[in-house]
């Protein structure tokens, strides 16, 4: 199909004053054959009001809510928006965000082109309140590396949500995880490339500008360095369990080593939460009692604020 249809979806919460610009590099696209799919996850501000003109000024354009039985939260809604989507082609979104004008053609060429491959990933740019722009150290190797599971957790190859246009039945029964509030791209996206073994191209443009406020996800977690560590554990754990049986052990060991460096910043840091309890148990069947011992004996140096080189190599 040289003309497919192209699924955008958007979740949103409370950016009724940022949507409208996002919405409008939509409309903008030189590629028209498209459906935007906004799903609100409980907006409390003029979110209804903006989206009701829009729906109103292109037919293009759908407007749903979250349904009140999915847990609150961005990934709720970017499942529902995916099973409400008719496109051959999807490409989630952010409502922030902005698309450079031919960011859909450009990537519905490659995937046309290119037979056998899944998934085409391009470049994105921060842009800030004042008019500047950054460049994302993202994409520093992406070119020499294949798009694959195993690269995208050693970091030599990464991206962001709105990179990837991704063919639909390429994703099957592949969804973000609900129960996850930060990382939910990074979880999703090495589920798709371990789990379906998936071909990408990597198209070295910058087709999309990515905002960056004071309100945005990533920012507040900055501030918050305690949440941002669970989070960043409760995903890695998360997407270990998920994928572990499709990685070689390498890639194993290098997640599973994550998640025991997150925890010893929380035993340093004189920090416990639920999440690090539940990582006990589970680092016991993965590694053994023995290498918990040791693990724990680690525990108890950091504790009291002595530093042993020796027990950081045991674990690894």
Excluded at 29 to 47: A, F, L, M, P, R
Excluded at 111 to 132: A, L
Excluded at 229 to 255: E, W
Excluded at 292 to 309: A, C, D, P, Q, R
Aim: glycine share 4%; charged share 25%.
């Amino acid at each position: 199909m040289q003309n497919p249809l192209v699924s955008i979806i958007i979740p949103t919460y409370n950016r009724a004053h940022l949507i409208g610009e996002t919405l409008d590099s939509v409309i903008a696209q030189t590629y028209s054959n498209w459906e935007c799919i906004v799903v609100d996850d409980g907006s409390t501000d003029t979110t209804d009001e903006v989206l009701k003109m829009y729906c109103e000024k292109d037919s293009r354009i759908q407007y749903h809510h979250r349904p009140k039985d999915r847990l609150p939260g961005g990934n709720a809604a970017r499942n529902y928006g995916f099973e409400l989507c008719k496109g051959e082609y999807v490409n989630w979104f952010d409502s922030d965000d902005l698309m450079i004008l031919n960011f859909i053609e450009k990537k519905v060429l490659i995937i046309n082109k290119f037979k056998v491959v899944d998934f085409v990933i391009s470049k994105c740019i921060n842009f800030f309140e004042d008019g500047t722009t950054q460049e994302l150290n993202l994409y520093r190797d992406i070119e020499f590396n294949e798009l694959n599971a195993d690269n995208f957790i050693c970091n030599k190859v990464g991206w962001i949500t709105q990179d990837m246009m991704i063919k639909k039945e390429s994703i099957g029964n592949i969804f973000y995880d609900e129960f996850l509030k930060s990382g939910q791209e990074y979880n999703f996206i090495i589920k798709l490339l371990a789990l379906k073994k998936l071909k990408g191209f990597f198209l070295n443009e910058i087709l999309s500008k990515r905002r960056i406020h004071s309100e945005a996800i990533q920012i507040k977690l900055h501030t918050n360095k305690l949440e941002a560590i669970t989070q960043k554990f409760v995903c890695q754990i998360r997407t270990y369990k998920a994928v572990k049986h499709a990685l070689n052990k390498k890639t194993r060991n290098k997640m599973l080593g994550t998640c025991i460096n997150l925890y010893k910043t929380f035993v340093k840091n004189h920090k416990s939460t639920p999440y690090f309890t539940k990582f006990i148990m589970y680092f016991i069947l993965e590694r053994g009692l023995v290498k918990w011992f040791v693990l724990s004996l680690y525990s108890v140096f950091l504790f009291f604020n002595i530093e042993s080189s020796k027990f950081n190599s045991w674990i690894k």
